[in-house]
């Protein structure tokens, strides 16, 4: 456990002293934010709903030396970074990485994405199958259940819990589910969270609903998806479950699929050394 730690220590420190830079480009009138290191084939980094670029930060380090490796800011999904007119659909997105790609002149790309930005990640997939050579499926979001329409129900209710009632106990729960062990937050940083979700309260609320409304699209990408497919899921998900995950080795057959124990719903930081493992060996076989 200790080498573990040091691991991902050392690989997110190193991420901020040069082996990673941070750039912007303007994609249709819209600033975008990434980071980037490395060269050789491309792999870009797609995070979901709430996310940013810097939560790959640590886990890309591991592929600089062999990949150049992209994470953007998605406009829309991340809180930061609305999207232009609220264009919040997967298609609308699905265009902007076209776009941004072309920009930083990536080609033949490996993608990876995690929870809602595989939904992101399939449609371009689908759209685009000459220019990805890859896609891995990182704890994608359950578009298929009952549970899954009603998930802007429940993330709205997650939401003004927290801030209407000061929610740190919600918020330990909520995190639970995020994390088999869940990490331990300080106080203050919790108050700061509540302060974040109150300001980007309706933000949410219109990108929750929007992504629902479009769960039944994504099983038609799938269909279109030509290039080989990785999709990895966790034993304890509170966004996805098991019979999800079976439901996408129906789908993609030919495809590898990995069910990681005692993880929750972020696998790449959880279990990054065992993600991390896969990953490459998925790509060599490629």
Sequence with gaps: MIDLNYKNLSRYVSSYLGS??????DVDGQECKYIEGG??????FIHGIGGSK??????????????????????????DAPFK????????????LTLFLE?????????VAHCVGCCVASSYAS???????????????????????????????VVDSIIDKGGETLWDEFMA????????????????????LLKHRDHLTTLFKGVARQFPLVMGYW??????????????????SIEFHHSLKAHFPAGQHILLDKCGHVSFLEKSEDVLTIHNDFLRLI
């Design 54 to 79: 810097v939560l790959w930060r640590s886990f890309m380090q591991s592929y600089i030396g062999r990949y150049r490796v992209v994470a953007v800011d998605v406009p829309g999904l991340c809180i």
């Design 39 to 44: 060269e050789g084939e491309t792999i870009v």
């Design 85 to 96: 007119n609220n264009r919040h659909n997967f298609r609308e997105l699905s265009c902007w």
């Design 20 to 25: 990673l830079q941070a750039y912007s480009v």
């Design 127 to 157: 759209s685009h199958p000459q220019n990805v050579a890859s896609i891995a499926l990182l704890n994608h979001l359950d578009v298929i259940s009952e549970k899954a329409k009603s998930i802007d129900t429940y993330m709205i209710d």
């Design 177 to 196: 589910g995020l994390f088999y062990s869940p990490l331990k937050f300080p106080v203050f940083l919790k108050k700061y969270r509540e302060r974040y």
């Design 223 to 240: 269909g279109k998806i030509e290039c080989p497919v990785l999709t990895i899921a966790s034993s304890h998900d509170v966004f996805s």
């Design 103 to 111: 920009k930083i002149q990536a080609s033949n790309v490996h993608l």
